[in-house]
């Protein structure tokens, strides 16, 4: 597994100038001491920006690339971060750069290796912060199954459910679903009536019509459609008043076909109501549309990149340069972030659908009407009602479904509303006339019994016809409503023992990390697992004085959600991390009391000994328990400092920081007060190795002494032992060098030339010279006291001082 | 993801979906449908439906 060697950042967030994290070749764990707002968070973000090209926190709250470079650099200066890998194919440097108004991303390694492991590793568990800690543990149920679905990878799980129910829901609201059932109903009933039975299939059709020809023994029997038309024929041709027995038949017709199309009408009206006025609800509230509309928008974008039709690399929104992988992610968050509002949008739409077929209804049923009245007598105004409503009602489908995906107003405009209501009453009235037409129109008994026999063989063909077609509409969508069902069953089966599968094994770790940071001795707190709930959530059980019992929040203080989220991210980063065997924890140990801290510890010395960990605290106690704990074990510990001056970095040796000078004076930048604490820091290394006596003070303060102070117990002990180097004239012009220091950091950085910090920097080297050994890199020490010589040495011995006793 | 003991979430549908050839209470329609959307990483709601609508006619 890959550990970090190198971290190195700069020009980000709080890191003004390079800050370098040396993590040695092996890729040793760190524990990093910063004061609060010391910038030590740089790092994590530093780390997560690398991987994941976003800050969560800072991308939650829409401060985006902009918020990544520091705000002291200058514009020239350039944002990056840079990790090598103990796999060292895999070191990369990622730069921020402006193009435009906009940044734009871009990696040093283009190598396939490289890219591979960036797409593991952005799904690995890398960081812990202090704010996210109980995050997960404070969420709903269903909230917790989506983000734990995400945390180890089980999107594709949640999404094939997702659409299965989508799709179901769809069918089961789809309007021709529902007004194939209702044609059913009313058929069904009609059938009753007609034949006094429901007839399932054409057999039984033929049975009940050959029934009805029975008393009129044509000779011939029912068996198929052509013996059916000629049934009815013959029947015909047994009435002598042909004539008059056509305008019946016509007349039955079309009173039937006007009632159809009142019924039409009608429906049409309900739909219309149940549609339009929560359709108006919801588009007059702009910032519903505002969301609807970035909604869409993000939706076609996401349609877009899913067919490849993006360029490489370009963005198909605005044309900068980006990411597409990450692009897609985070267009798809957001859809999944406007979701409700998308919903509210979607029982609108099933209503519009359902207004939409009625209408289209009353245009099928009004031409057929037009067909029904050729040859009988029809007034002028009703024919120019049909005609003018059919045209409106196309009219209107056509508005709506063009307005709706737009969100426009939809409305029954007021010709419609005017012509509907005069067509119903015309054609209640065209009812009434059929009516009494028929009833002027007189036939024999005989006669009379066949016609009613040719028009009962007429409407049981129609509403047979009705029936079969609608049954097997209905039919299809049951079968495909069913296995979609059947599916979403077994197939949530199948995803809780996935589900269950990798809860359980979260559980074994998440119940030991916890139960270690709180033994059940003193606590109440037992078997703790994570377990699914329902069909839609997964929660914490655990049990509470001896009984079972969820939700953590219910009895767990702030201090035990704290070890459980611990226990959480700790058992996830066992389980998912794959390729990256390291981790950050950011400042995690706040409202932790003493012991468990001291358990915390433990618990990362016994379980993830393997592990490279980084760990960043602002609290000095934990920082000194770590160094006591670990700092033998192999860890480094750093501590970093903050000023505005040079924002975060790592407090390291007078060599170091010499560097870093020298690396701010190629940049031209102001270094007076620089030099003055690079001599600081040389003086205390010098006084410490020689034990130049100090007057005594207290903890920081001791580390608070100036050079004014170093520099005059250190002339009075090289005074007291060492003749030789005591009128060495660097003592002085070292006074002078850090007047410079002083003068140049204050008040008169403008009088201190490049040449006055050469100088200075001379005068420090030449200090150094005197006691640092070239050879060894060592400083002579008042511990490698030479007696028989009366000397003190350098590690290697090729420096020496003269130097009058030990003591 | 601990590979040598959870499968991914991908090979969890994967498997899911090749066992619904083997049930004959299905409609054979949806399953192809819902076989071919996946294999070619299209499956979404609207696609399924518009497929589903086609086999009804």
Redesign the interface.
């Known amino acids: 597994m890959i550990r970090l060697k190198k971290i190195k950042i700069s020009g980000f967030r709080g890191a003004r100038y390079p800050l370098a994290i040396d993590l040695t070749s092996s890729g040793k764990s760190i524990a990093i001491y910063g004061e609060n707002a010391a910038g030590k968070s740089t790092i994590t973000d530093a780390v997560e920006w690398f991987f994941k090209d976003r800050i969560d926190h800072l991308w939650r709250e829409d401060c985006k690339a902009d918020a990544l470079r520091n705000v002291d650099i200058d514009e020239k200066d350039v944002t990056s971060v840079s990790l090598e890998f103990t796999a060292k194919n895999l070191a990369s440097e990622k730069i921020l750069k402006k193009r435009g108004n906009s940044y734009i991303t871009e990696e040093t390694n283009k190598t396939a290796e490289f890219k591979t492991y960036i797409s593991h590793a952005k799904d690995e568990r890398l960081d812990l912060r202090t704010a996210y800690l109980t995050e997960f543990i404070k969420k709903r149920k269903g909230e917790k199954r989506i983000e734990l679905?995400n945390i180890?990878?089980?999107?594709?799980?949640?999404?094939?459910r997702?659409?299965?129910q989508?799709?179901q829901n769809?069918?089961e609201n789809d309007p021709t679903y529902i007004a194939a059932k209702k044609i059913l109903d009313t058929a069904q009933a009609k059938l009753l009536q007609l034949a006094s039975k429901v007839l399932r299939n054409q057999e039984e059709l033929y049975i009940t019509a050959n029934e009805i020809l029975k008393p009129f023994k044509l000779g011939k029997t029912i068996s198929d459609e052509d013996s059916y038309k000629d049934c009815i024929q013959d029947l015909k041709s047994k009435v002598a008043q042909r004539e008059k027995a056509e305008k019946k038949l016509k007349l039955e017709s079309l009173r039937s076909q006007c009632e159809s199309l009142i019924k039409a009408l009608q429906d049409a009206d309900g739909s219309a109501s149940s549609f339009l006025e929560p359709y108006g609800r919801l588009i007059e509230s702009k910032e519903k549309v505002k969301l609807l509309d970035l909604e869409q928008f993000l939706s076609k974008g996401k349609e877009l990149l899913?067919k490849g039709l993006a360029e490489p690399s370009k963005c198909p929104f605005c044309g900068s340069r980006v990411d597409l992988d990450h692009l897609r992610e985070e267009v798809e968050k957001r859809i999944i972030e406007l979701d409700t509002i998308k919903k509210e949008f979607q029982s609108t739409k099933s209503l519009k659908d359902q207004w939409i077929n009625d209408l289209g209804n009353v245009r099928v049923i009004g031409k057929e009407l037009e067909k029904k009245w050729v040859g009988l007598d029809i007034s002028k105004e009703l024919e120019t009602l049909v005609e003018d409503s059919l045209a409106i009602a196309n009219t209107l489908i056509k508005a709506t479904e063009e307005g709706f995906p737009r969100y426009e107003k939809i409305s029954e405009n007021k010709k419609w509303k005017e012509t509907k209501d005069k067509l119903v009453a015309d054609l209640e009235a065209r009812v009434k006339k059929a009516d009494d037409e028929i009833k002027t129109l007189t036939f024999t008994k005989e006669e009379q019994t066949i016609l009613e026999a040719i028009e009962k063989l007429n409407n049981l063909k129609t509403v047979f016809d009705d029936y079969q077609q609608n049954f097997k509409?209905r039919d299809?969508?049951e079968?495909?409503i069913?296995?979609?069902d059947?599916?979403k069953e077994?197939?949530t089966k199948?995803?809780n023992a996935?589900f269950q599968?990798?809860l359980d094994?979260m559980s074994t770790d998440i119940s030991r990390y916890y139960l270690y940071l709180h033994p059940p001795g003193d606590e109440k707190v037992d078997q703790i697992r994570l377990r699914i709930v329902g069909e839609e959530g997964i929660e914490f059980e655990y049990s509470f004085h001896g009984k079972p019992t969820y939700p953590p929040m219910k009895y767990l203080s702030e201090s035990h959600l704290n070890s459980l989220g611990i226990a959480l991210f700790l058992s996830s980063v066992?389980?998912?991390n794959?390729k990256s065997n390291f981790f950050i924890l950011d400042d995690i140990v706040t409202s932790f009391d003493h012991g468990h801290r001291f358990r915390l510890l433990r618990l990362l010395q016994e379980e993830f000994k393997d592990w490279q960990i980084i760990i960043l605290t602002h609290e000095r106690f934990w920082f000194e328990i770590i160094r006591r704990e670990l700092g033998a074990t192999g860890w480094i510990l750093k501590e970093v400092d903050c000023t505005p001056e040079n924002g975060i970095q790592i407090k390291g040796s007078w060599a170091d920081y010499r560097e870093f000078i020298m690396e701010k004076k190629s940049q031209d930048k102001l270094v007076a007060n620089d030099i003055r604490n690079l001599l600081e820091r040389l003086l205390k290394e010098i006084c410490q190795s020689l034990e130049v006596k100090m007057a005594f003070r207290y903890n920081e303060n001791n580390e608070e002494r100036m050079v004014g102070e170093l520099l005059s117990e250190l002339r009075r002990t090289v005074n007291e032992k060492n003749e030789s180097i005591k009128d060495n004239p660097i003592f002085s012009r070292i006074e002078t060098s850090n007047f410079l220091g002083t003068a140049g950091s204050h008040d008169r950085p403008q009088d201190i030339s490049k040449g006055d910090i050469e100088v200075a920097l001379e005068d420090i080297d030449a200090l150094e010279e005197l006691f640092l050994c070239s050879q060894c890199n060592t400083l002579v020490s008042k511990k490698r006291f030479v007696t028989a010589e009366k000397k003190i040495t350098c590690k290697c011995g090729k420096l020496g001082l003269d130097w009058k006793g030990a003591d | 993801?601990?590979?040598k003991?959870?499968?991914?979430?991908?090979e969890?549908?994967k498997?899911?979906i090749k066992s619904?050839e083997k049930?004959a209470?299905?409609?054979k329609?949806?399953?192809n449908a819902?076989t071919s959307l996946?294999s070619q990483?299209?499956?979404?709601?609207t696609r399924?439906?518009k497929i589903?609508d086609t086999?009804?006619k």
């Open positions: 679905a180890i990878g089980y999107e594709a799980i949640e999404s094939f997702k659409v299965i989508s799709t769809a069918l899913n509409l299809s969508f079968r495909q069913k296995t979609l059947k599916i077994d197939f199948v995803q996935a599968n990798m094994l066992k389980l998912i794959t | 993801m601990n590979e003991i959870l499968k991914s979430g991908d969890v549908v498997e899911f619904l049930d209470s299905l409609d329609a949806v399953v819902i996946y990483k299209k499956l979404t709601p399924l439906q589903l086999k009804r």
